[in-house]
């Protein structure tokens, strides 16, 4: 007489080819989702110097000058969440006198931004990420654009 086999759940080698299998995807798809969190917070210190360049064409505006703004807005980003990866700082030595500036968003260090390098603004709405993290902006930098 013959018996009837009901097999209930699966073998051990189905269940580690499923587990292999998730595992390659995860390796290949970890590195990009990585790299995708890592490039909305540039854009979020891109975006906070926008709005910190903003903040100091209106200041001018009103004051006729640079001087004293201080406080004008957020210095560190993102500005509407509790942890932040970017400090803003305005790079001109002295704002009494200025009629230019360099605006910079620097990682903060020990966040997973950290070795990101830093992005400027400046005066004339030019954009530069200095990738290698140098503090110098050169050719082999690259623009907001291709970052």
Known sequence: MYRISTRRGFTLIELLVVV??????????????????KHSRRLDAMSGLEGLALALARYHTENGTYANAVDIYPMQTPI???????DLAVVTEDLTAATEYILRAKPIDGTSQEGDGSIELNYANQRSWDEDGNENISDTDKDWDRG
């Open 20 to 37: 292999a299998i998730v595992a390659v995807i995860g390796a290949i798809a970890y590195p990009s989702y990585a790299d995708s969190v």
């Open 80 to 86: 509407d969440s509790g942890t932040k990866y970017y």
